[in-house]
């Protein structure tokens, strides 16, 4: 979906974004959000259809005549259908009676095929949807059918109970999943607060399992919550700051998802989010790192910093500053060519380096290959041991590439230790730079690599050879996702997001796997 952007108040020419899955309008109490998102649905049309928990929650004599709406819906099968209630008081229960509604139509479409001689398989109602994506949020509750009505039901009730008794946090859940669901095709479906009555502990996994409901919409969010800004994949950002009643326009910044330049002019907004801040390497906008990280670490906020020394500064930085702002923060870099010491040192300044060279190769750690080949329907063991035999034969053709590189680092890192001290004159100097190759000996040391390296691939020690093979091509060039039946390395990429997203038991598995990689237990986070 292409977005027109409003009227800005310095006369430049307002935007056009394009093809955008999840817009979030961002900005202070009083700075225009609401006018600016109205000024979105104005030009999105016969596309626009509306979700406010708060609006839908409580009485209000006001019945959106927006067509696709909930209250349209609503009026327009109540008045056409007679077992069905026109008095609801509130959107939420309009949404109840609508579901309760298509359920009864499809039933009633199922017996008549039946008592035609058919053989219909059981109909897939909207209310199966919503019932069972409810209770993974809430796994104690229940949604039950009884005589005609919507009873619910919970570890602490003694029987079923009516959606009265519900928290508001409960409601609004049902309400949000439920409403998409009759969100025209196509729609651009505009948020009100995303995070009203909800606890911070289920708002990301929440949002991410109802946009993958309907990936033919787009969202727009309108919030002042730099938190849940900063939670959403493949997003773009409107940081709104003024608006000018006369001329009708405003001051507003589009930043891409949430870059280094914007967090840092909302650093006190991100500090307010009170959540531990995880920096990682690679750009906001197009880096794996930005799309991966916070699925797996979702109580962190992420921020994508550019290269591994500024990820490992911001975090020293960040932590010095821990009796202003009493906020935790960690950082993740590659493991690169990195020396166990070396690792060492950077965990223990909180900064997380995973057991695997780089990015690329988590996705060819055997727990998340298995999960992907299950879930695509292939053997898993076949589709694992084809992958691990690629991977080693490829290691295998560039052992001694890979050795060099690896004395190359290790050299420049020894030199850089040894030349950084005091000497009394420039001959000293001259002399211990002659020394520093018999010091160093490169060529022991490369020697000693490829020794390592060749027993990596006598034992077949797959999990090794992810530690020190630096090699991008490598996930395309292993063929995983052919075997996964998936049609290229984006494709299988894609897939581990999607079931990170949906935040179900394949989605624990291959959390389970990542951390794994980065030495993190159940008791160390």
Known sequence: MNIQLPKRIDGGEPAVLQSVRQLTVIGANGAGKTRFSRSLMQDC????????????????????????????LFEEKSSTTHFM???????????????????????????????????????????????????????????????GKLLFSNESADEPF???????????????????????ENAVIFV???????????????????????????????????????????????????????????????????????????????????????????????????????????????????????????????????????????????????EDKEVEYLRFKNILVPNVAEIENIFMLEGIIRTVAVRMKRNPDRVFFAVRDAVMLKFGEQLKAQALQHVRHRVKRKVEVRIDRRFRNISALEEHITDLVNEINPRGMYEAICRQFHEFIRTNDYASVLKVFNEKAMLGDCNVAKLCNLRSKEEYITCVLNILKEDGPDAGKIRDAVKRCFGITDDKN
């Open 162 to 184: 009516a959606a009265l008794r519900l928290s508001d946090g409960e409601k609004a859940v049902l309400y949000y999943i439920g409403s998409v669901l009759y969100a025209p």
């Open 45 to 72: 049309g016969e596309k626009t259809f509306c979700v406010s928990a708060l609006k839908a929650l409580f009485p209000s004599g006001e019945r959106n005549p927006m067509p696709g709406s909930i209250n349209s």
């Open 85 to 147: 209630k026109d008095d609801a008081p509130t959107e939420f229960d309009r949404l109840m009676f609508l579901l309760l509604h298509d359920e009864f139509i499809d039933m009633l479409k199922f017996k008549a095929e039946v008592l035609t001689g058919g053989n219909p398989a059981v109909p897939h109602t909207k209310l199966d949807v919503v019932a069972r994506r409810w209770e993974e949020v809430f796994p104690k509750n229940h949604l039950l059918r009884a005589s």
């Open 192 to 338: 009100d607060d995303p995070e009203m009555f909800l606890h911070n502990s289920i708002m990301q996994a929440l949002w991410n399992v109802i946009e993958s409901m309907r990936p033919d919409c787009t969202f727009i969010y309108n919030t002042h919550d730099v938190g849940f800004a900063s939670s959403r994949i493949d997003n773009i950002c409107v940081w709104v700051r003024n608006f000018d009643a006369v001329s009708v326009a405003w001051d507003y910044e589009v930043v891409d998802k949430m870059s280094t330049d914007f967090s840092d002019r909302l650093m006190l907004d991100l500090l307010g989010s009170r959540k531990p801040v995880l920096f990682v390497e690679g750009d906001d906008t197009h880096s794996l790192d930005s799309r991966f990280y916070p699925l797996i670490f979702t109580e962190y906020t992420v921020k994508p910093l550019g290269s591994c020394n500024k990820v490992i500064e911001s975090t020293r930085a960040f932590n010095d500053l821990r009796t202003f702002h009493h906020l935790d923060s960690h950082g993740i870099v590659d493991r690169d060519r990195r």
